[in-house]
């Protein structure tokens, strides 16, 4: 598992040519390693996202034990990227297939002094949000829906029906914390959902326009799209984490339950494999 601050970084995805998470991580497990390492993570995210959780998977021969690769690992490391931590797992594990569900968290500082200490972490908004409209708004993003209107028009995923089974807004003036949960996420989706809260909360939008905006299919019907400095993947969900995780009871989505997919027969099979190639794209 992972964990990084993303201002520095032009996204997860290696590029030619920029400074990436997945290209700083690979360099520094190959020093590591005397040889090339590859690296995949359970999500992309975007340039300027953060992650306290990301989780990561690679096969590579060490004689380091498994209780010092911490330490061996971070000494390749810069500060703005660190290995939280580190466990052998079976030859087959992969972190973008076997994970099932990922949180995010969008923090807010509403106020208008801007805050020194953690103003890299969170979108920095003077004007006063009405936060009780935003918490009324959010429980109608909950469900399994379509969030065309909530996608980038750059994501190049295949559709934009997720599950989404927990969007809830908490405030600690100044601090407004936006915390999503779901099985995947289309490219800048938990973005916009911030900005059209934020939206809302400014009037801009009415407190229950929603539904209207879903059933769009249009980006232009939904809010602005939020700054990546607010947005942190928190955590990264295995199905033995389903407690935590907070899954309903009942809950069906692409790998879960657990070997639902025969079940369920072809169509949600297809289903599966497309998303395992497009999640995720914060």
Known sequence: MVAYHGARFAGWQKQHGARTVQGTLEEALSKLAGEPVSVKAAGRTDSGVHARGQLVSTTFASRVPEHKMLLAAQSHLPDD???MAASIVAADFDAKRHSIAK??????HNAVPYDPFDGSTRWHVRGRLDVDKMKRAAPALVGELDFESFRSAQCDAAHAMRYLWHVEVTDALPLIAIEVRGNAFCRNMVRIIAGTLVDIGR????VDAIPAIL???KREAAGITAPPEGLTMEEVYMPEDAVRAGIPDG??????PPGSD???GAAIMARRILEDDERDDE
Request: proline letters at 4%; a positive charge; charged letters at 20%.
């Open 81 to 83: 990227l660190s290995v």
């Open 103 to 108: 949180r995010y968290v969008y923090r807010i």
């Open 262 to 264: 025969h079940d369920h």
């Open 251 to 256: 809950a069906h989505f692409p790998g879960w």
């Open 203 to 206: 009037g801009k939008i009415a």
């Open 215 to 217: 059933a769009a299919r």
